[in-house]
């Protein structure tokens, strides 16, 4: 058994866009996350289409053997988008103009209506729905009210714990706890945001937790060691 591995390639794009030139493609890195051993790719149309545009969704989303995760806020735009284009996933982020990455889960009491909206369409094209949310109990519980098939707990908290070699056990225990009472719902748990190596090592213990989705350090770690051997060893420590 093996935790299935989410390659986020956002940052590809955000390499290209720094020249405005095409290189490097999004989807041909896509491609290559997959043949060495990656389970699904992840893309983030942000409104401002900072990084990942239309294009690359069109494009990578065009290849039906790439398993593609679309990362998407609740608007009616993005809605729209993912039932043209259907992405075998969507996981449903909060989205700040001005925030350099997703800061936090979703606020799921705030947006219950618009998120109740978006995930019976996408459930109605039969895309895997994901929550976003920050490790809570609460969260968990009106995420399977909202009948979405899986929440994805944000360990960007636990990451900075870790990378900053500080005491972590609180937020694992908080973690772990969360994913048991999520699969005991009959959700799917995925875990994602700030984790290199060692936290991937750390999260990997927990059982309950079926996919991370990685993605600033990988592509980082990619630079220096290559795609190919950094997946792998992502693939490594992911196995059970
Ligand atoms: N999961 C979600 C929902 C995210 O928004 C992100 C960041 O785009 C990630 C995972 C990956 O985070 P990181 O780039 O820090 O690995």
Known sequence: MSIRLG???????TIRNARGEKHPEPLIIAKKAIKYGADS?????????RHINDNDLKLISSVKSIPLNLEMATTSE????AIKFKPKFVCIVPEKRNEITTEGGLNLKKNLTKLKKTIKA?????????LFINPSKKDIQISNLLKARCVELHTGNISNQIKKSKKYLNDFKKIKNCAIYAKSLGLEVHAGHGMDYKTAKILSKIDEIEEFNIGHFLIGESIASGLKKTISKFKKILKK
Do not use: G, Y
Not at 7 to 13: E, K, M, Q, S
Not at 41 to 49: G, Y
Not at 78 to 81: E, R
Not at 122 to 130: A, G, H, K, V
């Open 41 to 49: 790719i992840t893309i983030h149309l942000r409104e401002d289409r």
């Open 78 to 81: 993005m809605l729209k988008i």
């Open 122 to 130: 996408l459930n109605q094209n039969n895309i895997r729905t994901s």
């Open 7 to 13: 390659v986020n390639i956002d940052h590809v794009a």
